[in-house]
């Protein structure tokens, strides 16, 4: 049955654990780098509209509304 005494070689190897560990932590604390509300790099430049590039100008062909006269028996 092994011994219920910490040999040397754990208890040097846990301090040095407790010790990087620590020292791991201070200097994540005291850091003024904060990785988590960083900036994000710009958009980058659309080179098109939404609806693709430009087109040429179209030509209107609506007719204009056909006007009448209506002409009322007995007012001329």
């Known amino acids: 049955m092994p011994s219920a005494r910490v040999s040397r ?3 040097l190897r846990a301090v040095a ?5 620590a020292a791991i932590t201070l200097a994540a604390a005291c850091s003024d780098e904060d990785t ?17 590039p430009p087109q040429p100008p179209s030509v209107s062909t609506t007719t204009p509304a ?9 007012t001329t």
């Open 17 to 21: 654990v407790t010790l990087i560990t």
């Open 36 to 52: 988590v509300d960083t900036i994000p790099p710009p958009w980058p430049v659309r080179t098109t509209t939404p609806d693709g």
């Open 9 to 11: 070689e754990s208890a």
């Open 66 to 74: 056909p006007t009448s006269t209506v002409t009322v028996a007995g």
